[in-house]
Every structure is written in structure tokens, then in C-alpha cells.
């Protein structure tokens, strides 16, 4: 009468019934979340230093087109602009 088919795992102590799994579930749920968060916190704040570093142009690329922009505009001679590109490329500025 009391067979084997009258024991399920769950009366010989595996598991706690389905509160036990919808919990276990929750918990998991709560933990991936909170991994997703902190991994998306640390993209940010790291991607973030590193662009700004980026972002700003070398001082000698800005030096250069201020160069150009004056000898497009006239404001400075030929001879003026080779000496000028070349004390630049020479000083790293």
C-alpha cells in the first residue's frame, strides 16, 4: 500500500516544495540583476576616464590648423608658413 510511488523527492528532504524553486529563482533573478548594474557602473566609469583622455586633440594637431586657417586666410606669407609648420613639427608643440 505505501509503495515506493508514495515518496517523492521532495518528502525525503530534496528541494523545498515550489516556494523553494520560485525562491531560489527570485534570488538568482536579484543576483544577476545586481551583476548587470555593477557591470554597467564599471563600463561606464571606465570608458568614460579613457575618452576623456582621447577626446581632447594633441596640442601640435590644433597647432598645425591654427596654421592652416591663418595661411588660407592671407595672414601670413608663404615663407612664413613653411618656417612656422616646420618649428612646429620639430618642437612637438
Avoid: C, Q
Avoid at 41 to 64: A, G, M, Q, Y
Avoid at 76 to 93: F, N, P, Q, R
Wanted: net charge positive; proline share 2%; charged share 20%.
Amino acid at each position: 500500500m505505501f509503495g515506493l510511488h508514495a515518496y517523492n523527492l521532495h518528502s525525503i528532504g530534496y528541494g523545498f516544495g515550489m516556494m523553494g524553486r520560485i525562491g531560489g529563482m527570485i534570488i538568482m533573478m536579484i543576483l544577476f540583476i545586481a551583476l548587470v548594474v555593477v557591470g554597467i557602473i564599471w563600463l561606464t566609469k571606465n570608458t568614460n576616464h579613457k575618452n576623456s583622455e582621447h577626446t581632447l586633440p594633441h596640442p601640435t594637431d590644433r597647432s598645425i590648423e591654427i596654421l592652416n586657417e591663418r595661411y588660407a586666410k592671407g595672414e601670413i606669407s608663404d615663407e612664413e608658413y613653411a618656417k612656422m609648420k616646420m618649428e612646429l613639427k620639430k618642437t612637438g608643440i
